[in-house]
């Protein structure tokens, strides 16, 4: 039904085509009969002004009123198919919504601007005015100035004749408007709380309405979902006009859903309510709000030495490594040992010999993600096994809620054969079995490692998990460390938008240890 | 436990051969979980031998 509105939109100037095409030839044939009879004149100023009386009686309002008429059609039916969309999205009954006014008020508005002679002297007549008179004044050769009255005046298959394309913008934008003008008066008067930025995009369709349709650059942080937040509109706004000259000036909240985004703007705004799901998620990124792990508030870190190969002090020491891992792996105690080859082939972490392997094959990740496993256990570390156990205990059913919750959004989010759209959800990303593999082995963990040995992924294996119930909390935490440590800005956005509440977890566990 | 198919996923490639060969799943807790090439390359190797693939259970306070 959005197709099929946007096609009304699209289309509603072919009212006019037949009327804007015989005045575009009617106008051509008189200014070119013109120029080639007063070719080489001296003095011709006199007859252009004739020229221009004729223009005058030529391009006149009255001559638009027909068109406007069938015009009106479209506006019945936009309003039709609009209440239909809005209906089915919000599950209202809109019967009885009466527009009579704001329809009046955007035929007013059209109406203007074809049947105002004020605004066809400005729109279509001036700049004939101009053009001529620089022919008169240059003495252009008749050829090029007949080559570039054809190409401005005329219709053809490269672009709309000059007529053609105000009319064009003007009856879309006005119908676009009209149909704004609905989608914001049901987004006030049924206090709906979300909306959706939609619509087809094309090779010149502006940055902000890229950025909105796609939710993707900045635009990203407001987006759950496909939803917006009405509450978010003024930074959405402020944000949209940072990114684009072209975005309404006037664009407030008050007309958000009227203007859109720019002048001639073909995407629509449709106001939605958002499910308890995804003022979840809204929750869980607002908690979230330190996009930047950089950014937390943390002293200056120093260089950090473990005193064994070089390249583990690199990774530590990366300029894109945030200041609070930094400073939380200076504060506490480091492994007893850290190296690259240990008496199995794989990389691992001992808590019972404190030692750390990290191969040079799985690369500086691999090296944070034991580095978070020797962090987590160091936490729950006591004078006595059973007390150390009872600590593990302890801080695994402190992150339980938290992987409860994030799994129950999963599912919902993914439906019913989950682990497999999150495969292909990771397959679409580039170099996922680089970049995701603690993404990957989180969805293992909650899969009890049936992520890994039915479905092929990344991550540890039914067998894994058995053994210690806690394992998948252990990974989680190990899995969002990394993340962090590693600050790479899509696999972090994954992370809070799939799993925020284990994802802060960590984060929040990591400034309480600085703090304590 | 999160929503997946009950059914095995079709097997592909190396893992596929693997299971071909030996009629069961290498027995792993892990260990190459964040290094698949390695793991991978370790399972042709168990092809091309005939000795399967087998981890040791990680020890206690061991975790990948």
């Known amino acids: ?516 | 436990m999160i929503n997946g198919i009950s059914e095995k996923v079709e097997r592909e490639g190396i893992y596929k051969q693997y299971f071909d060969k030996f009629g069961e799943e290498p027995i792993t807790y892990g260990l190459y979980w964040n290094d698949l090439e390695s793991f991978e390359k370790l399972l042709s190797e168990a092809i091309k031998t005939g000795v399967k693939y087998e981890e040791e259970e990680p020890g206690e306070g061991v975790v990948y």
Request: charged fraction near 30%; hydrophobic fraction near 35%; aromatic fraction near 10%.
């Open chain 1, 1 to 516: 039904m959005i197709k099929e509105k946007q096609d009304i939109i699209t289309n509603s100037y072919s009212n006019f085509s037949t009327t804007v095409n015989l005045l575009q030839s009617d106008v051509f044939n008189k200014i070119f009969g013109w120029l080639k009879a007063n070719t080489g004149a001296n003095s011709n100023l006199r007859t252009l002004s004739k020229l221009n009386k004729e223009l005058k009686s030529l391009i006149t309002a009255k001559m638009f009123q027909t068109p406007v008429k069938g015009l009106l059609k479209d506006f019945d039916q936009v309003e039709t198919i609009s209440k239909k969309i809005l209906e089915s999205e919000n599950d209202l009954d809109l019967k009885d919504f009466n527009l009579s006014a704001e329809k009046q008020l955007t035929i007013e508005e059209i109406s203007n601007g074809l049947l105002n002679d004020a605004m066809i002297e400005a729109n279509l007549r001036a700049p004939l005015k101009k053009m001529l008179y620089r022919y008169v004044t240059t003495g252009m050769p008749i050829d090029k100035a007949e080559a570039e009255l054809r190409s401005y005046i005329l219709t053809d298959k490269e672009s709309l004749g000059f007529a053609e394309r105000y009319v064009k913008v003007l009856t879309m934008e006005s119908l676009s408007r009209f149909d704004g003008t609905i989608n914001q008066r049901v987004a006030t008067d049924y206090k709906l709380d979300g909306f959706r930025f939609v619509g087809s995009n094309i090779k010149t369709t502006e940055p902000q309405c890229l950025g909105l349709t796609k939710a993707s650059g900045e635009f990203a942080q407001y987006e759950v979902n496909g939803k917006y937040r009405v509450e978010d509109i003024p930074k959405i706004i402020a944000l949209m006009k940072r990114v684009a000259k072209s975005t309404h000036k006037n664009l407030d909240p008050s007309n958000f859903f009227i203007l859109r985004s720019h002048w001639g703007c073909r995407h629509q705004i449709l106001p939605t309510r958002l499910l308890e799901k995804d003022k979840v998620e809204f929750e869980g990124r607002l908690s979230n709000d330190i996009e930047d792990v950089k950014e937390v508030e943390v002293p200056k870190a120093p260089i950090i030495k473990f005193g064994s190969d070089k390249r583990f002090d690199d990774y530590i020491n990366g300029e894109n490594v945030p200041d609070l891992i930094k400073n939380v792996v200076d504060k506490l105690p480091k492994p007893r040992e850290i190296k690259s080859k240990g008496k199995d082939k794989g990389s691992y972490y001992s808590s019972v010999t404190n030692t750390l392997v990290s191969r040079i094959e799985s690369g500086k990740d691999t090296f944070f993600h034991e580095y978070g496993h020797h962090v987590d256990l160091h936490m729950a570390k006591n004078n006595s096994i059973n007390e150390t156990k009872q600590g593990l205990n302890i801080r695994s059913s402190k992150m339980k809620d938290d992987f409860s919750k994030d799994l129950k959004n999963i599912n919902e989010k993914f439906g019913s054969d989950a682990l497999g759209k999150l495969k292909e959800f990771l397959k679409g990303k580039e170099d996922y079995r680089l970049y995701y593999r603690g993404f990957s082995d989180i969805i293992d963990a909650m899969s009890n490692g049936v992520f890994f040995d039915d479905y092929g992924m990344t991550g540890h294996g039914k067998r894994y998990y058995k053994k210690d119930l806690n394992r998948k909390y252990y990974e989680t935490y190990a899995n969002a460390f990394e993340a962090i440590a590693t600050n790479n800005k899509s696999v972090i956005k994954d992370f809070q938008d799939n799993f925020p509440n284990c994802y802060n977890f960590v984060l929040n566990d990591l400034k309480s240890i600085l703090n304590d």
